[in-house]
């Protein structure tokens, strides 16, 4: 039962990875397509930092940008397919085979490979592997390592104390199980659910996490990316819909305890309830995408003072700004320590609610 409960989060990881990267990889944006200016620009940096990249940029000394190449993958329906290196546009300051990363303030396709096809740019289809999702691969290897680790001392240890990593996720494990599984879904349907509900928590906390450590593999803002959020949101979305009962399509249409005149002649609230099924995987969807995008940028802004206090008022502004500034970023990574389990915590508690009504039977 345990080993079956394991290849079924293994499934589901697997699902979540091949989903979302073609969807992420259209939207890439690359913060070295930029000319550096000695002005320093707050919001280019910040924007830069939760943007996604074909390359990972690890730091600059000097003039020298230390990154790691990642492949870039594209289709052109004129020349078909290609792949290189992303260290072949030499960090946005050159062309490729006729490809580049597109520049410009008003550019549609600024910070994305294009095309240039009689002098116009054109958008190729891209499934390149983009820092985002190089660490969506990274996030799903070491899921898949702690989830078949535990289960495997689970069936080594049977009947004693948990050790090692199992007494470590074991507490998170139960969390999930009793107060958000078997709370929402009683103790007839939990089992059903529980496997996926324990992925999207530890892929959502773990993702958090990462993203709040600014040295590789971490830094990437990867659930600050609508795109992972939207497939999560989907996947939520699409397993509600497949489960619902005939009592939830009958109570969506007919809805219980609702006086007659706000079904009849105008069905306002059988619209409403059916207009619900769409938004609420689309508030899951932004919830998650603007708490940790938010999180970043105002953690980001404090940072930023030290350089805007030292081109106003010097050397010496920028240091007495630099105490105030790193204080509160450290004050606010410390709060993002805890918006990490809180958002795993509230999509994988919503996700649990969605399946129990979905899942609700006639009284």
């Known amino acids: ?25 259209q939207h890439g944006e690359n913060h070295e397509t930029e000319e550096q200016t000695k002005e320093f620009n707050p919001g280019e940096m910040i924007m830069n930092h939760i943007g996604d990249e074909y390359g990972w940029h690890i730091t600059t000394i000097g003039d020298t940008h230390i990154t ?16 290189f290196m992303s260290s072949k546009f030499h960090h946005g300051h050159e062309s490729y085979q006729n490809f580049k990363i597109a520049t410009g303030k008003d550019n549609r396709y600024k910070g994305k490979v294009v095309e240039m096809i009689d002098g116009k740019e ?16 990274i996030s799903v290897a070491f899921l898949l390592w702690m989830f078949i680790s535990v289960a495997k001392a689970y069936s080594e240890r049977k009947g004693k104390a948990p050790k090692g990593m199992q007494s470590f996720l074991e507490p998170l494990i139960v969390f999930v199980r009793d107060d958000i599984a078997k709370a929402s879904l009683g103790e007839k349907k939990y089992l059903k659910f529980t496997p996926y509900l324990l992925t999207i928590f530890f892929f ?79 508030v899951l969807m932004v919830r998650l995408f603007a708490n940790i995008t938010a999180g970043h940028i105002v953690a980001l802004g404090f940072f930023s003072l030290i350089f805007l206090f030292a081109e106003m008022g010097g050397p010496i502004a920028g240091y007495g700004g630099a105490v105030f500034s790193v204080s509160f970023t450290i004050f606010l990574s410390l709060l993002e320590l805890l918006v990490a389990f809180i958002q795993a915590y509230v999509f994988t508690l919503l996700s649990a609610l969605y399946f129990g009504m979905a899942t609700e039977e006639s009284h």
């Open 68 to 83: 790691i190449p990642l492949p870039v993958i594209l289709y052109s329906e004129k020349s078909g397919f290609h792949v």
């Open 1 to 25: 039962m345990l080993k079956f409960k394991v290849l079924k989060v293994v499934l589901i990881s697997f699902a979540l990875l091949f989903s979302t990267n073609f969807v992420f990889s």
């Open 204 to 282: 959502i906390f773990l993702n958090n996490l990462l993203g709040l450590v600014p040295i590789f593999p971490g830094g990437a803002n990867l659930t600050g990316n609508i795109a992972i959020t939207m497939v999560l949101a989907i996947f939520t979305f699409v397993i509600t819909t497949v489960n619902g009962t005939k009592t939830y399509w009958a109570h969506l249409i007919n809805t219980p305890g609702v006086p007659w005149w706000l079904k009849l002649p105008v069905p306002l609230m059988p619209f409403v309830e059916i207009l619900g099924i769409f938004i609420k995987p689309f």
């Open 122 to 137: 054109v958008r190729p289809y891209d499934i390149s592997i983009t820092k985002n999702t190089l660490s969506l691969f």
